[in-house]
């Protein structure tokens, strides 16, 4: 045998082989992530299309009082059905048993508490769309459960693997402050308000400082918010909302320096997905737990001092 096919040949036998694909089940089809998600990992191939992982079964849910839910849900789950087709289920337990890993996307973050029960008692590893939880107090039992029963779960905003993050990220170690700004729609049965649309600058505000936020304050108009965290060593963390839109962006102020992110960016979720697929993998999330519950604790305290006016509100 020639030398070269000698070194193809072990090369090969070394190689580990393919890791079988992940089954992948929905919870809630109220969201447009629900789609794009299905679309990026049961697509053709092309530059988001990610492998690794299928979805092949659903949940609808559904929330009767939330607009953006009633809605949608029935046509987010019949392009699901229809077009990509996912089995359909009548419960989460039932769901459970059908894969290796679950997709939590209910739009209503006050359902996501029982819902992400029911999965942890079947012991599936979860991706929590966001928001993690309606309140810091049912975020805080989430992880508990969790914990208790070692099911590994991570949340995030896509936005937190977005051109703008990535660009600054290098820039973000030392600055004086970090600002960031997003759209900040608000509805009315969410009583952490930052929580449902507010939440993706605030990702991108901790992915660029990091936890250890002491105390917020929330200045509210009709029509935007700036919301301003003090952070332990001095540093401060700006966030910035505009209704009914705006854009993203983010700048990291330096001693001697403004750095601006790009503008205009489209932000994709193929990052977010393949973290997501790695995850399911090994277990490791790639936003500590502490985090996600320190930026529901940032936005808990947001509202209390919107609630005082404004005053100062210590994190919890």
Known sequence: M???NVAVFVCLWLAPARAAELRLGIIGTDTSHVIAF???FNGPPGPDHVEGARVVAAYKGGSPDVEASYTRVEKFAEELRTKWGVEFVDDIPTLCQRVDAILLESVDGRVHLEQARQVIAARKPMFIDKPLAATLEDAREIARLAREADVAWFSSSSLRWSPIVDALRPHAEGAKMVMTWGPGPIEPHHTLELSWYGIHAIEMLYALMGTGCVEVSWIAAPDADVVVGRWKDGRLGSV????PYASYGAVV??????IPGPLDVKVSYTPMLQKIVEF???GVPPVPHEETLEIFAFMDAAQRSKQAGGRPMALR
Do not use: G, P
């Open 38 to 40: 299905t679309r990026a």
């Open 2 to 4: 020639k030398l070269r």
């Open 240 to 243: 910035h909302l505009v209704r």
């Open 253 to 258: 102020f330096r001693a001697k320096e403004v």
């Open 280 to 282: 399911f993998r090994t």
